[in-house]
């Protein structure tokens, strides 16, 4: 049918097949909704735009899913109208319009549609929402899909009042790192603006929203010492703390600590042990003499013991030290590539050179 409407209509039609991950955890209609939006991330270009069909009853059904989920105001808000989107932005500018309503314009100007077979399926929750719960509420109250719509939207208001006084927080909690929080000034908070802070730290990140249990645990995190190691996980999420900064990052990938990892002569390549790209020419700007080398380079990860000549220094220092005096939290420290020629230790790339 779509190739059929696009024909007529001289509209060009990119068919893109996607893979649903159903052993994700989130259920096929969350898995199946995460592929079709990946896929038109990366078709988007710079600037472009995305625009979908959801309408008034769409969010309405949205608004009961989050509420049966025991969602916060950011669930509750449902599907915002403009939002920026892969490298553009995704409008939904039919969201006030009801679906009788996009029907009976339909049928006016003698529009052809087609129903998906799979949305009368009540298995899944949205469809058993749809066709089971809504029209024994629309008995009761015949507007309800107006109503809950409105809830929404209001939802959306306090939302962005709640961000709007997260970021004006944000501006006196940053901690000492880049991307951290400071814990004394969270405590110093009371706790409603301190989960709030929380929230919106990491919606700025991309990272998915903690449930109440995790915050409870965050919140301990907050109450242990400088030097605990406690963490809190939930998803790909991980947080942490290390002295006074509060950290969090989606969680890195298993790698062979072991092993070492081949960098060719001029090329970038990435960091098997977190997904970090790493320049060639960074190599040079930290003060190698890249044309001396005579053959390709090494990267390797730290073992214990390990010692290095900075350029000016007369003794070696313990790469441990180095990384203990310049704040690195501890997580990081065996993910940080060490670049060999040979047996050689060169540098440690972003850090430190060895003078020998």
Known sequence: HVRSVCDQLAIPL???????DTDAGM????????????AFAVAMKEGEGLLTAHHRDDQAETLLL???RGAGPAGLAAMPRWTPFGQGWHGRPLLPISREGLERYASRHQLEWVDDPSNEDVRFRRNFIRHRLMPLLKEEWPEVSGSLANAASLQAE??????????LDLEEANGQEPGTLSIQALLRMQEQRRKNLIRYWLWEK?????GMRHMSEIDKLLQAGPDSEAEVCYGDAVMRRYKDDLYAYTRMPDFDSGAGYAWSRGEDIVNPANGE?????????????????GQ??????????ERIKLPGHEHHRKIKHLMQEAGIPPWERDRIPFVYEGDRLLAVY???????
């Open 66 to 68: 989050q509420l049966f």
């Open 206 to 210: 991309g990272q998915v929203m903690p």
């Open 158 to 167: 306090s939302l962005n009042m709640m961000r709007t006084l997260g970021r």
């Open 14 to 20: 990119k068919v893109v097949p996607v893979d649903i």
């Open 277 to 293: 790209l790493l320049r060639w020419q960074h190599l040079n700007d930290m003060g190698l003499n890249l044309s001396s080398f």
């Open 350 to 356: 972003g850090y430190w050179i060895n003078e020998e």
């Open 27 to 38: 259920g096929v209609e969350a898995a199946a909704r995460a592929a079709r939006y990946e």
């Open 296 to 305: 390709d380079l090494t990267l390797r990860f730290r073992r214990g013991g």
